[in-house]
């Protein structure tokens, strides 16, 4: 069974950062692409940030120059270093990963449970 499992994230003031991390576990043939999700209060949930298996990112515009996305892809797991935050960055996270595992012919997005963060001003 493929489980993602967050943390790092918390409360911090604004100006501050917070790094998030999605370790992914399973029986896993391949990860493709990974990223972060988030949701606030009323709104959709909206794209953060992806990061290919080869490296390549891709961030919202409201995120760009603040947040960075990164992976170990030994360890299965995706980061995403957020600074300077602001209070409109408040937000449950959520990762995800678009793989295989060996239990299945196809791929799919699979995802974790989420993690709070709250900016302070």
């Known amino acids: 069974q493929v489980q993602l499992v967050e943390s790092g994230g918390g409360l911090v003031q604004a100006g501050g950062s917070l790094r998030l991390s999605c370790a992914t576990s399973g029986s896993i043939f391949r990860i493709n692409a990974m990223g972060w999700y988030r949701q606030s209060p009323g709104k959709q949930r909206e794209l953060v940030a992806t990061?290919?298996?080869?490296?390549?990112?891709n961030y919202a515009d409201s995120v760009k120059g603040r947040f960075t996305v990164s992976r170990d892809n030994a360890k299965n797991t995706v980061y995403l270093q957020m600074n300077s935050l602001i209070p409109e960055d408040t937000a449950v996270y959520y990762c995800?990963?678009?793989?295989?595992?060996?239990?299945?012919?196809?791929?799919?997005?699979?995802w974790g449970q989420g993690t709070q963060v709250t900016v302070s001003s």
């Open positions: 995800y990963a678009n793989l295989q595992p060996f239990s299945s012919p196809v791929r799919a997005n699979y």
């Open positions: 990061i290919t298996s080869g490296g390549s990112t």
